[in-house]
């Protein structure tokens, strides 16, 4: 696929991924790259359908199928957007990727990581990040940001305590175990210095 790269942003709700993204976007348009940003679940019709299900929290919906659906949305996300624009040499920056699904449904909803990565290595034909930066938040205040941005809570943001220290966890290790892959970067700090240490995780690919 050239020399086009696919960046990913993980971290828990609240994080601060879609402000490190759009912010990212920019930064990289700055320095002449060509990059689209994406989201997940969504960036195509067909996945943005789906999100608009997992989403709902009035719908009850089993820990298995919830896993199944938000790998058929990546797998159309990746088949119609993400491969042919990497193809095209364009960089992909993405809010959420597999690594979600391992944390949220593997950990979270204690599916385990093995099952769930083997549903998504079919849903997205093998493809991993080149570079995936795990934004790491202390849980709690992780629930604060999302309550202060006075949007009703989705089915996800809805669970406990519990579900979200186990996700957080999983991040943690997930980063331990792919250390050439995945970064992690402090959010709790000014969302400048977030960006600065973006940037200095992706310095290796910037220079390519």
């Known amino acids: 696929m050239g020399d ?5 942003i993980e971290g828990l709700d609240g994080a601060g991924k ?19 940003l994406l989201r997940e679940p969504g960036g195509v019709d067909a996945s943005e359908r789906i999100r608009e299900l997992v989403k709902d929290p009035r719908l009850q919906i089993g820990a298995r199928a919830e ?12 088949e119609q957007a993400i491969v042919p624009l990497l193809e095209g040499g364009t960089w992909v920056l993405l809010d959420r990727f597999v690594d979600s699904s391992l944390a949220y449904q593997g950990a979270g909803r204690e599916l385990g990581a093995d099952a769930v ?10 493809l991993t990040p080149d570079r995936t930066l795990v934004l ?3 849980p709690a205040l992780g629930k604060s940001r999302s309550r202060a941005r006075a949007l009703a809570a989705d089915r996800l943001e809805s669970e406990g305590e519990d579900f979200f220290q186990r996700i ?10 792919e250390p050439e ?4 970067i402090d959010a709790s700090r000014p969302a ?3 960006l600065a240490s973006a940037l200095e995780a992706l310095t290796d690919l910037l220079a390519d």
């Open 4 to 8: 086009a790269r696919l960046i990913t």
């Open 18 to 36: 879609t402000t490190l993204a759009v912010a990212l976007e920019r930064e990289l348009n700055g320095r002449g790259i060509d990059v689209q």
């Open 67 to 78: 896993a199944l659906l938000y790998a058929a949305a990546r797998a159309q996300l990746v």
């Open 117 to 126: 990565r083997e549903i998504n290595r079919f849903a997205t034909g093998g």
């Open 136 to 138: 790491t938040l202390d």
């Open 168 to 177: 957080a966890t999983a991040y943690d290790e997930l980063a331990r175990g």
């Open 181 to 184: 892959r995945i970064r992690t």
């Open 192 to 194: 400048q210095d977030v």
